[in-house]
C-alpha cells in the first residue's frame, strides 16, 4: 500500500516538499544540504565544452538585443540601407573592408549589420516556437499520459497524424496561404514571424508531448504519486506538483536540443521563402547568396558561419544539460 | 463530527488479479464512533481490505461505502528514513486533499499541522528530521497526518507495531479521543489482546471468518480458523496468542 517516504525517490521529490527547499525546515543532524539547482550546477560547470556552449548563447543573445547600438558603435550603416556606392562597376558587392565588415549584399545592404539583427529573428522563432510548442506537448503529454485511455489513444492518433505530416511542405502551404492580407483563422495568425513560430511549433510538439506522455505513464504507477492519492490529493495536484517537478529535467534537456533544430528549420522556411519578411534572416540570406555565392563568398560564409555556430552551441549545452541531470552518468 | 460517518462492506470480494480474489466475503457495518480491531494473520488481507476501502481496489464483488472521508495511517515500517523531512511537512502532508494545486498550504492548516502534532505529544520535536525519530514517534507523526486530514473514518495499519509504550498510550488516548469525537477507527493488528480493546473485532483469513463484540466473537474456533496452525492456545479458554514469523525486513514491490 502507499507509504510515505516513497520507497523509491526521484530526484525532485527528495528536496522539496510543497514548494518549500527542505534545507530551511530541517533540524540539526542533517547532512549537508544542496539543492538540486546547487548539484545540477556543480556538475554542469565541470562540463567545458558546454560552458563554451553557454557563453557563446549569451553573446549571440546579447547581440541580438543590443544590435541597433552596436551597429552604431561600430559605425555600420542600417540592415534595410541599399546603396550602389558599395557595388562595383559591374553591379557585384565589395567584400569585406572597413565600410562593410563582413562585405556587402548585391543590393549593396551592409552584411555585418543584417548577420546581427538576424540574430534576433533566428533567436526570437526558435525559443517562441520552442516554447509554444514545450506548453501544447507538455499539456497534451501530461493528459494522454495520466488519464490513459480514450483521452490517450486520441490524442496519441493526433500525435502520430501531426508527425506524419511532411513539415517544409506544410510550412510552405500555410506560408503561402497566410500571408496575404490580415492572415490565417480570421486575422489570428498574422503573417511573418507569428505564422513562422506557429508553423514551427505545429511540426515539433508531438515530439515534446511523447517524451512527456511516456514519462507520466511510468511515474504515475510510482509509490509517491500513490502515497499522494491515498492522502487525497486532487489530479492536478498529483500532475503538476507531483509528477511534472519530475520531468522538468528531459523537458528541459528536449527543449534546448529542439531550440538549435527549429533555427535551422527557420532558416529552411527563410530559405524556401515563406519565412519571415521585411526583416533580415539568416535562411534568407544564404539562399539569396547561393546566386552570388562564386564572386561574393563573405555573403554566404557569415550568415552561414553565425547559424552554425549558434546550432552548435544550443547542442552542446543540451548535451551538457543532459549529462549533469543524469544520475546515471558519472560526470 | 456528526452522524454522516459511516464505514460498511456489504459481501465484498477484492484482489489483484481477475479471478484470484485475496479477500471475499467481507460484511459489516460501523455507525459513528465506532471502532473495529481488524484481525489476522499475515497475508490474511487485512492491507487488502483497506486498499478497498480506500478505493485502490475495486470491489470484484459487493460494496463497500464510506462516508466521512477516509485518512490512511502507513506502517512506519514502510517509511523511508533518509528521506529529508520533517515531522511538520510529514503533519502538513495532511493538508494535501484540500489545498489547491497551485496554492502553497495554507496558514490555517499549518497551525492544524502544530496542533495535531501537540495532541500526539511531539510539540517540541516539529523541526525533527521524520527518518531521525523513533519507531512509536514517526507512528504519531503519521496518526497527526490523519488529523490533520480531519477524516471521518481513520484506517490504522498496525499501529502499535515496533512502537514503544510511551507511544503506544499516547496513540491509545489520541485514538480513543477520536472514537469520542464520533469518527470511525479500523485498527488493523495481528495482536488478540490489543484487539480485544475495540468495539467490533472483524477477523479475516482471506475471507471474514468473523465479526462482532470481541467477547462474543474471540472463541478458539474463531481464532483457529483464522490464524490456522499457527495459534497456541494457551489456557484452554478464549484466550489465544497469535504466534507470528513476521519479518519487518519484508518489503512488498
Not at chain 1, 299 to 321: E, I, R, S
Not at chain 2, 90 to 105: C, N
Request: hydrophobic letters at 50%.
Amino acid at each position: 500500500m502507499s507509504s510515505f517516504p516513497p520507497a523509491s525517490t526521484p530526484p525532485h521529490q527528495a528536496f522539496e516538499v510543497d514548494g518549500r527547499a527542505w534545507g530551511h525546515e530541517s533540524g540539526p543532524g542533517d547532512v549537508a544540504a544542496r539543492s538540486p539547482w546547487q548539484l545540477f550546477w556543480r556538475r554542469f560547470r565541470r562540463d567545458r565544452v558546454a560552458v563554451a556552449g553557454l557563453v557563446f548563447i549569451a553573446v549571440v543573445v546579447l547581440a541580438a538585443m543590443l544590435a541597433p547600438l552596436i551597429v552604431q558603435l561600430v559605425g555600420a550603416r542600417d540592415p534595410q540601407e541599399q546603396s550602389t556606392e558599395y557595388l562595383d562597376s559591374f553591379g557585384l558587392p565589395v567584400g569585406p573592408g572597413p565600410d562593410n565588415l563582413f562585405g556587402a549584399d548585391p543590393l549593396g545592404r551592409d552584411v555585418f549589420s543584417r548577420v546581427l539583427y538576424g540574430a534576433g529573428v533566428s533567436l526570437q522563432v526558435a525559443f517562441l516556437s520552442t516554447g509554444l510548442a514545450a506548453l501544447v506537448g507538455v499539456t497534451v503529454g501530461l493528459l494522454a499520459g495520466y488519464h490513459r485511455g480514450w483521452a490517450d489513444a486520441v490524442l496519441s492518433r493526433a500525435m502520430d497524424l501531426t508527425l506524419a505530416f511532411p513539415v517544409l511542405l506544410l510550412g510552405i502551404g500555410l506560408g503561402s496561404a497566410c500571408s496575404v492580407g490580415a492572415g490565417c483563422a480570421g486575422g489570428l495568425v498574422e503573417p511573418g514571424l507569428p505564422l513562422v513560430v506557429l508553423i514551427i511549433a505545429l511540426a515539433t510538439w508531438p515530439s515534446f508531448a511523447r517524451l512527456v506522455r511516456g514519462q507520466v505513464l511510468s511515474l504515475r504507477e510510482t509509490q509517491f504519486v500513490e502515497a499522494a492519492r491515498a492522502l487525497g490529493a486532487s489530479g492536478a495536484r498529483i500532475v503538476f506538483r507531483e509528477i511534472l517537478p519530475n520531468l522538468l529535467g528531459p523537458i528541459m534537456v528536449y527543449a534546448t536540443l529542439l531550440v538549435p533544430a527549429n533555427i535551422l528549420l527557420e532558416a529552411a522556411l527563410s530559405f524556401l521563402g515563406v519565412g519571415v519578411q521585411g526583416r533580415p534572416t539568416w535562411g534568407e540570406m544564404i539562399a539569396e547568396a547561393t546566386q552570388v555565392f562564386d564572386t561574393a563568398w563573405w555573403f554566404m560564409l557569415f550568415p552561414g558561419l553565425a547559424l552554425v555556430l549558434t546550432v552548435l552551441a544550443f547542442n552542446l549545452v543540451g548535451d551538457g544539460l543532459r549529462d549533469a541531470l543524469d544520475p546515471r552518468s558519472d560526470r | 463530527m456528526s452522524g454522516a460517518i459511516h464505514l460498511e462492506a456489504r459481501g465484498l470480494t477484492t484482489g489483484y488479479m481477475p479471478g484470484a480474489p485475496a479477500l471475499s466475503g467481507v460484511d459489516f457495518a460501523l455507525g459513528a464512533g465506532r471502532a473495529v480491531a481488524v484481525l489476522g494473520p499475515n497475508g490474511g488481507g487485512k492491507t487488502t481490505l483497506f486498499r478497498a476501502l480506500l478505493g485502490e481496489l475495486e470491489p470484484m464483488d459487493g460494496s463497500c461505502t464510506v462516508k466521512g472521508g477516509t485518512a490512511y495511517v502507513p506502517q512506519t515500517e514502510r517509511a523511508r528514513l533518509d528521506f529529508p523531512v520533517s515531522a511538520f511537512d510529514v503533519a502538513l502532508m495532511g493538508a494535501y486533499a484540500r489545498t489547491p494545486w497551485w496554492r502553497r498550504v495554507a496558514g490555517a492548516d499549518r497551525a492544524a499541522a502544530r496542533e495535531a502534532l501537540a495532541r500526539v505529544g511531539l510539540a517540541e520535536r516539529t523541526r525533527e528530521r521524520f527518518g531521525a525519530l523513533s519507531g512509536g514517534q514517526r507512528q504519531r507523526v503519521l496518526i497527526a497526518r490523519a488529523l490533520v486530514q480531519d477524516a471521518g473514518v481513520l484506517l490504522l495499519d498496525e499501529p502499535f507495531a515496533g512502537v514503544d509504550a510511551t507511544s503506544q498510550a499516547r496513540i491509545l488516548a489520541v485514538l480513543d479521543e477520536l472514537r469520542a469525537e464520533g469518527r470511525v477507527l479500523a485498527v488493523s493488528t495481528h495482536d488478540v489482546e490489543q484487539a480485544r480493546r475495540w468495539d467490533r473485532v472483524l477477523c479475516l483469513n482471506a475471507r471474514q471468518v468473523a465479526f462482532g463484540p470481541p467477547a462474543e466473537t474471540l472463541t478458539t474456533e474463531v481464532l483457529q480458523e483464522t490464524y490456522g496452525a499457527e495459534l497456541v492456545v494457551l489456557d484452554g479458554r478464549a484466550r489465544g496468542v497469535a504466534v507470528h514469523h513476521h519479518d519487518h525486513g519484508h518489503h512488498q514491490a
